[in-house]
């Protein structure tokens, strides 16, 4: 399971980094931050499965980071010398809240926390998946299990569906955004059949949403919500075949 640790104290780094080599070895730490603004990058860089979050960091807040995003595509477990942050905390749905100094039981158990979370979350994905995939004409919405809540998705709200490393991002028409941890391929698999089209690597359109497309200079697709997406060489042919 990948961790990413932020922090603005070096010291507190070290700490707990410390503390999950010698006590959770099974974790990967693959970032440490000491701002928020090289933490967006990192996060959208690595994709931990979890985040341990400093709330103090001036002149900013831990929170201030998670507000960046609509749907929180990891796990918090936040990491704070004072109490007084724990209803805002809540708010976030944080898995857990540490007070510094860090007792070894209560990291082992926000650890414990976070895997069978996650492991749950997958077992749902992987549930659905397999069903949907086993009768793929039966798809008229997608089930997607957040860290908040399951949203559940009618494929007519979906304009189209950006990849975000291995995650997939859900662009819908009432302009909400809906982070998924499945990447673009396992629904190009899903919904290549239900009017969707991969136009690039990065990007799967709904056709239906489809205004018009631009080969003057750069080819690219023009959405009725006026959004332009880059239109592959090689997918173009097949894409304008579909309209």
Do not use: W
Not at 49 to 76: Q, S
Not at 158 to 163: D, M, P
Not at 177 to 195: H, V
């Amino acid at each position: 399971m990948k961790v990413l640790l932020i922090d603005d104290e070096i010291r507190s780094l070290d700490n707990l980094s410390a503390l999950l080599r010698n006590y959770c070895p099974e974790l990967e730490i693959v970032g440490r931050c000491q701002n928020i603004n090289t933490a967006y990058e990192q996060i959208e860089l690595l994709n931990p499965a979890v985040v341990f979050l400093d709330v103090d960091m001036p002149p900013y807040t831990g929170f201030d980071l998670l507000r960046k995003y609509e749907e929180l595509p990891f796990e918090v477990i936040f990491v704070t010398a004072f109490d007084h942050y724990s209803i805002e905390a809540i708010k976030f749905s944080a898995l857990y809240y540490l007070l510094k100094p860090i007792k070894v039981d209560d990291l082992k158990d926000a650890i414990k926390k976070a895997q069978l979370k996650i492991e749950r979350n997958q077992r749902l994905n992987t549930n659905y998946f397999q069903s949907i995939l086993q009768n793929p004409n039966d798809i008229r919405r997608l089930v997607i299990n957040g860290n908040k809540e399951t949203d559940i998705i009618e494929l007519d709200q979906i304009i189209y569906i950006e990849a975000n490393n291995s995650y997939s991002t859900f662009h819908l028409n009432n302009d909400k955004r809906i982070t998924s941890s499945k990447s673009i391929k396992e629904y190009e698999q899903m919904l290549s059949t239900k009017g969707f089209f991969r136009v690039h690597k990065s990007y799967m359109v709904n056709i239906s949403y489809v205004l018009s497309v631009e080969k003057v200079t750069n080819d690219v697709v023009i959405l009725k919500n006026n959004q332009h997406i880059p239109l592959a060489v090689r997918r173009k042919e097949a894409f304008l075949n579909c309209l």
